[in-house]
């Protein structure tokens, strides 16, 4: 919520919730974004919301 409308990377999503030194793989963060989208958006198929940005990460509401 605080960098909406940027594109924030996995790696940064990881690290922001676990940790640097956490073991668990990166695609943790997929799941927990596809579980977030399942309860927040309309059609977790086609998400308004949480937004994939191609090769970067995800996106959380719209650009300013």
Known sequence: ????GEAVSKEELFNAVWGFDCFTEQSTVSVHIRWLREKIEKDSNSPEIIKTVWKIGYKFGESK
Request: proline content about 0%; charged content about 25%.
């Open 1 to 4: 919520m605080q960098h909406e």
